[in-house]
Protein backbone atom coordinates (compact mmCIF):
# COMPACT_ATOMS: atom_id res chain seq x y z
CA UNK A 1 0.00 0.00 0.00
CA UNK A 2 1.10 3.74 -0.91
CA UNK A 3 2.38 5.87 1.87
CA UNK A 4 -0.42 8.75 2.29
CA UNK A 5 0.61 11.86 1.28
CA UNK A 6 1.65 13.78 5.42
CA UNK A 7 -0.34 17.05 5.78
CA UNK A 8 1.51 18.97 8.83
CA UNK A 9 -0.76 22.70 8.82
CA UNK A 10 0.76 24.96 11.15
CA UNK A 11 -2.30 26.91 12.70
CA UNK A 12 -3.90 28.64 15.44
CA UNK A 13 -8.36 28.79 16.15
CA UNK A 14 -8.04 32.07 15.82
CA UNK A 15 -6.41 32.81 12.70
CA UNK A 16 -9.40 33.27 10.48
CA UNK A 17 -6.71 32.91 6.97
CA UNK A 18 -6.23 29.21 8.71
CA UNK A 19 -10.10 28.60 8.49
CA UNK A 20 -9.74 30.13 4.77
CA UNK A 21 -6.51 28.27 3.82
CA UNK A 22 -8.06 25.50 4.85
CA UNK A 23 -10.93 25.22 2.59
CA UNK A 24 -8.61 26.16 -0.26
CA UNK A 25 -6.15 23.19 0.98
CA UNK A 26 -9.68 21.17 1.35
CA UNK A 27 -11.17 21.90 -2.36
CA UNK A 28 -7.44 20.88 -4.17
CA UNK A 29 -7.39 17.54 -2.22
CA UNK A 30 -11.04 16.91 -3.42
CA UNK A 31 -10.66 17.93 -6.63
CA UNK A 32 -7.74 15.84 -7.43
CA UNK A 33 -9.48 13.13 -5.53
CA UNK A 34 -7.21 12.36 -2.82
CA UNK A 35 -9.18 11.84 -0.01
CA UNK A 36 -8.11 8.76 0.96
CA UNK A 37 -4.30 9.50 0.00
CA UNK A 38 -3.53 12.11 2.42
CA UNK A 39 -3.31 12.41 6.08
CA UNK A 40 -3.57 15.64 8.30
CA UNK A 41 -2.45 16.28 11.42
CA UNK A 42 -3.46 20.13 12.82
CA UNK A 43 0.08 21.38 14.06
CA UNK A 44 -0.33 24.24 17.85
CA UNK A 45 0.92 27.83 17.02
CA UNK A 46 -0.24 30.40 19.65
CA UNK A 47 -0.91 34.21 17.79
CA UNK A 48 -0.84 35.15 21.56
CA UNK A 49 1.07 32.85 24.25
CA UNK A 50 1.08 35.74 26.44
CA UNK A 51 -2.71 36.53 26.10
CA UNK A 52 -4.46 36.75 29.65
CA UNK A 53 -7.38 35.13 30.59
CA UNK A 54 -9.67 37.62 30.09
CA UNK A 55 -8.81 38.17 26.57
CA UNK A 56 -8.66 41.83 24.69
CA UNK A 57 -11.38 43.44 22.29
CA UNK A 58 -10.60 42.11 18.90
CA UNK A 59 -10.36 45.82 17.59
CA UNK A 60 -8.35 47.16 20.50
CA UNK A 61 -6.11 44.33 19.72
CA UNK A 62 -5.47 44.65 15.67
CA UNK A 63 -4.47 48.42 16.45
CA UNK A 64 -1.93 47.73 19.61
CA UNK A 65 0.06 44.46 17.74
CA UNK A 66 -0.40 45.86 14.06
CA UNK A 67 -1.53 49.09 14.05
CA UNK A 68 -4.57 48.39 12.04
CA UNK A 69 -6.83 51.55 12.12
CA UNK A 70 -10.45 51.69 13.06
CA UNK A 71 -11.54 51.73 9.19
CA UNK A 72 -8.81 49.55 7.77
CA UNK A 73 -10.14 47.05 10.62
CA UNK A 74 -13.61 47.42 8.71
CA UNK A 75 -11.75 46.80 5.67
CA UNK A 76 -10.12 43.65 6.85
CA UNK A 77 -13.56 42.27 8.41
CA UNK A 78 -15.10 42.90 4.67
CA UNK A 79 -12.55 41.65 3.16
CA UNK A 80 -12.24 38.34 5.31
CA UNK A 81 -16.03 37.40 5.24
CA UNK A 82 -16.15 37.47 1.47
CA UNK A 83 -13.37 35.06 1.62
CA UNK A 84 -14.92 33.38 3.88
CA UNK A 85 -18.44 33.16 2.09
CA UNK A 86 -16.99 32.37 -1.41
CA UNK A 87 -15.76 29.15 0.84
CA UNK A 88 -18.74 28.30 2.71
CA UNK A 89 -17.66 29.74 5.96
CA UNK A 90 -19.49 32.66 7.86
CA UNK A 91 -17.33 34.83 9.36
CA UNK A 92 -19.67 36.92 12.20
CA UNK A 93 -17.05 39.64 13.51
CA UNK A 94 -19.15 41.83 16.12
CA UNK A 95 -18.39 44.91 18.26
CA UNK A 96 -17.49 42.91 21.36
CA UNK A 97 -15.37 40.27 19.79
CA UNK A 98 -12.46 39.44 21.83
CA UNK A 99 -8.81 38.10 21.28
CA UNK A 100 -8.75 34.98 23.67
CA UNK A 101 -5.68 32.74 25.29
CA UNK A 102 -6.14 29.48 23.11
CA UNK A 103 -3.62 27.00 25.20
CA UNK A 104 -6.64 25.10 26.30
CA UNK A 105 -7.69 24.84 22.72
CA UNK A 106 -4.89 23.33 21.45
CA UNK A 107 -4.30 21.08 24.59
CA UNK A 108 -7.55 19.65 23.43
CA UNK A 109 -6.88 19.59 19.83
CA UNK A 110 -3.67 16.97 20.62
CA UNK A 111 -6.34 14.98 22.42
CA UNK A 112 -8.78 14.73 19.95
CA UNK A 113 -5.74 14.22 17.60
CA UNK A 114 -5.19 10.67 19.67
CA UNK A 115 -9.40 9.94 19.45
CA UNK A 116 -9.31 10.56 15.67
CA UNK A 117 -11.48 13.81 15.89
CA UNK A 118 -9.00 16.54 15.20
CA UNK A 119 -10.04 17.76 11.95
CA UNK A 120 -13.57 17.91 13.41
CA UNK A 121 -12.85 19.82 16.41
CA UNK A 122 -10.71 21.72 14.69
CA UNK A 123 -13.27 22.55 12.46
CA UNK A 124 -16.14 22.96 15.10
CA UNK A 125 -13.65 25.81 17.22
CA UNK A 126 -13.66 27.79 14.30
CA UNK A 127 -16.93 27.92 14.13
CA UNK A 128 -17.37 28.26 17.62
CA UNK A 129 -15.02 31.46 17.39
CA UNK A 130 -15.75 33.21 14.31
CA UNK A 131 -19.70 32.25 13.41
CA UNK A 132 -21.41 31.64 16.89
CA UNK A 133 -19.58 34.55 19.16
CA UNK A 134 -18.50 32.19 21.04
CA UNK A 135 -15.76 32.00 23.99
CA UNK A 136 -13.14 29.19 23.33
CA UNK A 137 -10.82 29.77 26.16
CA UNK A 138 -14.23 29.30 28.72
CA UNK A 139 -13.90 25.65 29.46
CA UNK A 140 -17.81 24.95 29.43
CA UNK A 141 -17.60 26.21 25.90
CA UNK A 142 -14.77 24.02 25.40
CA UNK A 143 -16.62 21.03 26.94
CA UNK A 144 -19.79 21.59 24.90
CA UNK A 145 -17.75 21.62 21.79
CA UNK A 146 -15.85 18.26 22.68
CA UNK A 147 -19.15 16.62 23.12
CA UNK A 148 -20.78 18.13 19.62
CA UNK A 149 -18.28 16.25 18.14
CA UNK A 150 -18.36 13.11 20.25
CA UNK A 151 -15.56 13.18 22.35
CA UNK A 152 -15.38 12.35 26.42
CA UNK A 153 -15.41 16.03 27.66
CA UNK A 154 -14.93 15.02 31.20
CA UNK A 155 -11.60 13.21 29.92
CA UNK A 156 -10.52 15.57 28.18
CA UNK A 157 -11.01 18.68 30.33
CA UNK A 158 -9.06 17.06 32.74
CA UNK A 159 -5.60 17.49 30.97
CA UNK A 160 -6.05 20.80 31.39
CA UNK A 161 -5.06 21.28 34.75
CA UNK A 162 -2.05 18.96 33.96
CA UNK A 163 1.00 20.88 33.61
CA UNK A 164 2.95 18.55 31.78
CA UNK A 165 0.58 18.44 28.87
CA UNK A 166 0.03 21.90 28.97
CA UNK A 167 4.41 21.69 28.61
CA UNK A 168 4.13 19.22 25.90
CA UNK A 169 1.68 21.46 23.64
CA UNK A 170 4.30 24.26 24.21
CA UNK A 171 7.25 22.44 23.13
CA UNK A 172 5.68 21.59 19.73
CA UNK A 173 5.34 25.19 19.52
CA UNK A 174 8.84 26.00 19.46
CA UNK A 175 9.55 22.88 17.76
CA UNK A 176 8.03 24.68 14.74
CA UNK A 177 9.24 28.05 15.73
CA UNK A 178 12.74 26.56 15.55
CA UNK A 179 12.20 25.68 11.95
CA UNK A 180 11.81 29.16 11.14
CA UNK A 181 7.82 28.90 11.40
CA UNK A 182 6.88 32.47 12.19
CA UNK A 183 3.20 32.66 9.93
CA UNK A 184 -0.13 30.86 10.03
CA UNK A 185 -1.16 29.04 8.50
CA UNK A 186 1.70 26.96 7.50
CA UNK A 187 1.52 23.90 5.77
CA UNK A 188 4.04 21.20 5.37
CA UNK A 189 3.98 18.49 2.59
CA UNK A 190 5.54 15.01 3.64
CA UNK A 191 7.93 16.99 6.28
CA UNK A 192 9.99 18.39 3.30
CA UNK A 193 8.48 21.27 1.56
CA UNK A 194 5.92 23.93 2.75
CA UNK A 195 3.47 26.84 2.14
CA UNK A 196 2.97 29.52 4.81
CA UNK A 197 -0.45 32.01 4.43
CA UNK A 198 -3.76 31.20 2.67
CA UNK A 199 -2.68 30.17 -0.71
CA UNK A 200 -4.97 29.71 -4.01
CA UNK A 201 -6.49 26.20 -4.76
CA UNK A 202 -4.29 26.14 -7.86
CA UNK A 203 -1.05 26.80 -5.85
CA UNK A 204 -2.17 23.31 -2.93
CA UNK A 205 -3.03 21.29 -6.24
CA UNK A 206 -0.07 21.85 -7.78
CA UNK A 207 2.63 20.92 -4.91
CA UNK A 208 -0.40 17.49 -4.40
CA UNK A 209 -0.39 16.63 -7.70
CA UNK A 210 3.76 16.82 -7.66
CA UNK A 211 4.14 14.52 -4.75
CA UNK A 212 1.26 12.57 -6.47
CA UNK A 213 3.55 11.74 -9.47
CA UNK A 214 7.11 11.47 -7.16
CA UNK A 215 5.12 8.44 -6.17
Known amino acids: MTAKIKLDIISDVVCPWCIVGYKHLEAAINELGLQDQVE ?19 REHSARKYGTTPEGSVRARANIAQQGAENGFIFD ?20 KEVGKQTE ?12 HKDIS ?3 VLSAELIAVGINAAEAISLLDNAAV ?8 AHWQQLGISGVPTV ?28
Do not use: C
Not at 96 to 109: E, R
Not at 166 to 173: G, I, L, P, S, T
Open 40 to 58: IEWQPFELNPNMPAEGENL
Open 93 to 112: YFEQMKMVNTLDAHVLLEYA
Open 121 to 132: LKLRLFSAFFTE
Open 138 to 140: NRE
Open 166 to 173: AEQVRAKE
Open 188 to 215: IFNQSSALTGSHPVEAYKQVLADLVAQR
